[in-house]
């Protein structure tokens, strides 16, 4: 039998209650062939209150040494005060994508997407502005801002790393290939940035225009300033579908935004990669994590009624990216549209089921 080693990091706020649900979900996939052996660990708030940071060492080992990983939310009021950046909560997901050089976050929406099956009636949009509307944000996930090194005193900022760059680190910037990769003719790929105004995006732009050109030259590439990208969500945002390049800033923001569409961030799941299965340029064996594009959503968590169907698709992207399950993907995520379409669903899109009831109805379509 083949077991898959599973690292599962439930983490703060919602996260362990939309764990349990997508725990379950993966549960149904195992057969005297297949087994999943789950290891569960601490991470962010939860992690720092027992060892006094927010990733260990051991849990960053046992991610390099796990086949993929879950993971659901950090962050929460209890610790905002204390410590911010890589020593918060947040950095202990910031930690993990940099010990696994996962750089490449996919962060798909799509309104005829399983994620999506909800989008006619739940969007705050009028569906003839959102049908159709299909793209998948790459994000970089191990650079820019986020990771900027501290260079002068007077930076925005109380710890220093706002606003910088790592421009001289080419490697920050491989999700450009990965970009290209996924793009489909005829999809473009768009590529956010504020060159008019950053040096840091001006360089962004030229490893842009230089990687496509040379590796990617059938793939119709597209600049556009990271501002006005924004309205262009808000307004036509069939005219973005496509790949939607972004560093870390700008694709956090507009990957967020994009929850707008389907009226919810609870159903947006991302896989963060550190290249395709098959990529040549590959160093290390593939890795992945897999996370919702929303946070811990404190205010809600405990009252089973968080939305788990993001964290239940990101079993889908695992099986798809990590696990090479293609078929078993599709199934959840059709599991999802079925029981989404039936009314089963959490208040964020205005149904009346909790947490665990959605789950179970997934686990029942299954
Ligand atoms: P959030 O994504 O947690 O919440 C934004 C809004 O979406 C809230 O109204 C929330 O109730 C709602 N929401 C989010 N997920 C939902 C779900 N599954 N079901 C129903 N509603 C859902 O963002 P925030 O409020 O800005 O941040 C809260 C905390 O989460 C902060 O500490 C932040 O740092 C952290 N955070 C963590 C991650 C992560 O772990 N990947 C991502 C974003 C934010
Ligand atoms: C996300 C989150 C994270 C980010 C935080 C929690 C570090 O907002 O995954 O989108 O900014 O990358
Ligand atoms: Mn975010």
Same mark, same amino acid.
């Given at each position: ?6 690292l ?18 993966? /549960? ?53 005060n204390?410590?911010?950046?890589l ?7 910031l ?30 949009? /009028? ?140 159903v ?26 929303h ?29 090479s ?12 549209? /079925? ?28």
């Amino acid at each position: 039998a083949k077991t898959f080693n599973i690292l599962v990091l439930p983490g703060d706020g919602i996260g362990p209650e939309i764990m349990a649900e997508a725990v379950k979900v993966l /549960k149904v996939f195992e057969t005297p062939e297949r087994k999943f052996e789950l290891r569960q660990e601490l991470i962010g708030g939860c992690s720092i209150d027992a060892h006094g940071k927010p990733v260990t060492e051991e849990v960053k080992q046992a991610a390099l040494d796990s086949d993929a990983v879950l993971f659901a939310a950090v962050g929460g009021p209890k610790w905002d005060n204390q410590r911010r950046g890589l020593d918060g909560p947040e950095g202990g997901l910031l930690q993990i994508r940099k010990a696994m050089d996962i750089y490449a976050n996919l962060r798909p929406c799509c309104s005829t997407s399983p994620s999506a099956s909800i989008t006619k009636e739940f969007s705050p949009f /009028k569906h003839e502005v959102i049908e159709g509307v299909d793209f998948v944000v790459v994000r970089e996930n191990c650079g820019g801002a986020y990771f900027g090194r501290k260079v002068e005193e007077a930076t925005y900022g109380d710890d220093g790393r706002m606003g910088l760059f790592r421009s001289r680190d080419p490697t920050s910037y491989t999700s450009i290939r990965r970009s290209g990769t996924a793009a489909q003719p005829p999809w473009p790929v768009i590529s956010l940035d504020k060159a008019n105004v950053l040096a840091s995006s001006r360089l962004w732009r030229r490893v842009v225009d230089k990687t496509m050109a040379a590796e990617y030259p059938q793939v119709k590439l597209v600049h556009q300033l990271a501002d006005s990208a924004s309205l262009i969500l808000a307004t036509n945002p069939r005219s973005l579908n496509g790949v939607i390049l972004a560093d870390n800033t700008f694709g956090d923001m507009i990957s967020d935004q994009a929850g707008s569409i389907v009226g919810t961030l609870g159903v947006l799941p991302s896989a963060s990669l550190n290249g395709l299965p098959g990529d040549k340029t590959l160093k290390t064996r593939p890795y992945g994590l897999y996370e919702p594009t929303h946070g811990s959503a404190p205010t809600i968590a405990g009252q089973n009624i968080a939305n788990p169907v993001a964290m239940i698709l990101c079993v889908a992207l695992m099986f798809r990216y990590s696990l090479s399950m293609e078929d078993e993907a599709q199934r959840v995520e059709d599991a999802v549209r /079925k029981v989404l379409d039936s009314g089963i669903r959490t208040s964020d899109l205005g149904g009346k089921a909790g947490t665990k009831e959605v789950g179970d109805a997934i686990v029942s379509a299954l």
